[in-house]
Each structure stands twice: as C-alpha cells, then as structure tokens.
C-alpha cells in the first residue's frame, strides 16, 4: 500500500503545473491505472487490518477474562479471611464467655465449700463441747473421790 501511495505522490510531483491558477495536469491513465491498484490492494491491507483488530479484541477479552478471574479469586480469599476472621472472633466471644461462666461457677463452689467448712467446724465444735463437758463431769467425779457424793460436803 506504501508503494501506491508513494507512486501517487510521484503522479503529483511530475504532473504539470498551469501558469494560471496553479492547477496541475495529471495523465488520467496513470492515475486511474493507480487508483485500480489501490482498490484492489486495499482488500489486502483491510484483511490485515481487520485480522489486526480482531487480534487486539481477542487479546482485550482475554485480558478481561483475566481480570475478572483475578477479580472474584480475591473476593473469595477477602470472603474466606472475613470468614476466618468472624470464626477467630466467635471463638474468642465464647472463650470470654466459657471463662465468665467458669469465674461464676468457682466462686459458687468457693462459696459453698466455706459454707460447708462452716458447718463442719460448728458440728466440731458442738461435739468438742459435748466431749469436754463429759471430761469435766469425768473429773468432778474423779475429784469428789468414792464414797463423795455429789452434793454432800
């Protein structure tokens, strides 16, 4: 196609120009015998053309294709972090809560335990009152000698 156009532009350049005007005169054979051959290698260069564009669309939808793979695989992995992220926090949520209800739970049993030790002393204490007062009466007997009776002096 370059040729044809380089073989107009000589067309032009050796044409004779008019004193008046400055209009040229063209051999009207060479110059239909040119556009002849442009028209017919114009169909070359628009299959090039076209096979060129249609290249480029092929290349361009692939790298759409591209985009959009790369696009939705990073919203999956942002989807799985979120979603690991929501799981991380539940499972510190319910380890707060776990050590809230086990906080709860010792400090019932600390508390029932105390009540229960309380209630064991106060048994041992009435049982160490009763042994002590058997003791004492033990002794008065014991100090009041055989034939004493309780009473007599």
Avoid: C, W
């Avoid at 209009?23 to 556009?35: K, P, Q, S």
């Avoid at 628009?46 to 696009?71: M, N, P, S, T, Y």
């Avoid at 539940?90 to 105390?114: G, M, N, P, V, W």
């Amino acid at each position: 196609m370059h040729t044809l156009i380089d073989e107009l532009e000589n067309l032009v350049n050796s044409a004779t120009r008019m004193p008046l005007g400055g209009r040229l005169l063209i051999d009207e054979a060479a110059l239909r015998h040119l556009v002849d051959e442009m028209r017919a290698s114009l169909p070359d260069e628009l299959r090039v053309g076209q096979r060129i564009a249609g290249e480029r669309d092929r290349i361009l939808a692939d790298a759409r294709a591209q985009a959009r793979r790369i696009i939705e695989d990073a919203q999956t992995q942002l989807s799985t972090k979120l979603d690991e992220q929501a799981v991380v926090q539940a499972a510190r949520q319910r380890a707060r809560e776990i050590q809230a209800d086990a906080e709860k739970t010792t400090a019932h049993l600390r508390a029932e335990t105390d009540q229960y030790v309380l209630n064991q002393f106060s048994a041992l204490e009435s049982r160490l009152i009763r042994v002590l007062r058997e003791v004492q009466a033990g002794q008065r007997t014991l100090t009041q000698g055989p034939g004493d009776k309780p009473g007599t002096a």
